[in-house]
């Protein structure tokens, strides 16, 4: 196959209407050879913030001298990007290869596997066919049945801020969420968590404690003198000094403590970790999308919030960033998402609402956004191509305005790719 094929094959493999668990993905890395069972993981779960907090472990593993896998989900910008080794994405090469190997045996199993179950198997192929000492494993959804969760005890398991996502599949609380991201945690195992509610503070202690698990919380009192930009975030970290890094973001300082609280969990497992490695790794992390400026002429961000918890941390960037000033929202969402209370938050900054629709079968469709953007009194356009939207976004901003662009990593990479095309 070609790579055209390769990712026509895999995106074919439908999820819907398999039953939840682990079997088809042990059963399909059994006849692997069970490739996960010689690499050792950093195993990281959560609503939000996981994916920036995989990338900055990520990044200060490699500064520390270590060939560090990442396994993300979803991509940004292509497919190849959800596995990667010290930056590098898998080649189209090496994707068409190892799909051939596993074909076979994902198209001669009784019960098939889904989409994520074959590429997490194609990962852990990859990772050990590329010698990784290490694999920073993103989680799909959830914790306990994500085909991730296949992998036995992690060096350390993280567990990132907490917030009601996935609902139907999860369950209605933030006790229920808790509950299937704790699914990660293994028996003496070691685990980093955010914190927050004390509902889901419970859950995870009671876990803990069940599994014999130590549980340790990030200090984010250990943060002080923040500094925010579009460029990133800096501020000092007792004990470490001042630290950088080029997300922006006010809520990249706790994402970054997680990260920091996970490394220093590792060094005490004999990982060679020095505290210019974290300082250097953080400085030269990179994880786009999340809140990302692509212009400043006008301030244009891209950003992956796509759950109420998301949005209201955008919305507080936005706030720490430009005050009052009034942004132009480029809005693009999912279905299952709770909607209405994603856009009550957004509404109190908007001056302009533009509608737009994902290529994907979740999308909310942008007339039907629009028809719920109408109530909360400001300008709102309709437009039915990603790239109609951007341009209609930097006609209202003007040189002088703001423009954000969230509601679903979906849209990512197509506003992305409008903007450049838009601006050159």
Known sequence: MGIAETLE????????????????????????????????????????????????????????????????SPYIRCFNE????????????????????????ADSMKDPPTEFEIVTALAMRFFLCR?????????????ELD?????????????TALGLDHVKELGSTIAHIAAAKAGIIKSGGDVVIYGGEAEAMAVLEDISTKRGAR??????SRISGEGFSLDGVDFDFARLGRVSIPLAGAYQPKNAAVAITALEVLREKGYEIGDDDIITGLKSVSWPGRFEALGKRPVFILDGAHNVQGVEASTQSLRRLFGDRKVVFLVGVSADKDVDQMLDRLAPLAEVFIAISADSPRALGAGVLAGKLYRYGVPVTACQTIPGGVAEALKAAGKDGIICALGSLFISADVRSAYIAATR
């Open 9 to 72: 094959y895999i995106h074919s493999v439908k999820w819907q209407g398999s039953k939840p668990g682990l079997e088809r993905t042990r059963e399909l890395l059994a006849a692997l050879g069970n490739p996960e069972k010689s690499l050792r993981f950093v195993h990281i779960a959560g609503t939000n913030g996981k994916g920036s907090t995989a990338a900055c472990i990520a990044s200060v593993l490699r500064e520390a001298g270590y060939r560090t896998g990442l396994y993300i």
């Open 82 to 105: 959800r596995m990667q080794i010290n930056g590098e994405y898998i080649s189209d090469a090496e994707l068409e290869s190892l799909t051939n190997e596993i074909r076979p045996h």
């Open 131 to 143: 010698s990784c000492d290490v694999v920073v494993l993103e989680v799909g959804m959830g914790g």
């Open 147 to 159: 085909s991730t969760n296949v992998i036995g005890r992690p060096d350390v398991a993280v567990i």
């Open 215 to 220: 549980l340790i919380k990030a200090d984010f």
